[in-house]
């Protein structure tokens, strides 16, 4: 069984900073695209990051210069370092992986496998 893990939320002052890991388990995603998401109520979920399967990196352009999508690939993991956090940054947080290799998508739809979320709340 695939899952998908994220860990590190939590409370933060507005400026401030945290970093989010995913842990991939039942299959690695080495050559795939892994992304985080992120949700906030009654809101559909928007794209965030993506560390896609040729190394490239995309970002939302509102988190664009705050926040950085790495690779760990020995622990079959994602990161999501986010730094100067806004208010306006809370949200849950999602990560998700797809198999998909043709071309970069932003779309929910296209990704196969997501986590449970991890709640992220910036305080003003």
């Known amino acids: 069984q695939v899952r998908l893990i994220e860990s590190g939320g939590g409370l933060v002052q507005a400026g401030g900073s945290l970093s989010l890991s995913c842990a991939a388990s039942?299959?690695?995603?080495?050559?795939?695209?892994m992304a985080w998401f992120r949700q906030t109520p009654g809101n559909d979920r928007t794209f965030v990051a993506a560390?896609?399967?040729?190394?490239?990196?995309f970002y939302d352009d509102r988190v664009k210069g705050r926040f950085t999508i790495s690779r760990d690939y020995a622990k079959n993991a994602v990161i999501l370092r986010m730094n100067d956090l806004k208010p306006e940054d809370t949200a849950v947080y999602y990560c998700?992986?797809?198999?998909?290799?043709?071309?970069?998508?932003?779309?929910?739809?296209?990704?196969?496998?997501w986590g449970r979320g991890t709640q992220v709340t910036v305080s003003s």
């Open positions: 998700a992986a797809t198999d998909q290799t043709s071309r970069f998508t932003r779309v929910t739809t296209a990704y196969d496998y």
């Open positions: 039942g299959r690695r995603f080495s050559g795939k695209t």
């Open positions: 560390h896609t399967w040729d190394d490239n990196l």
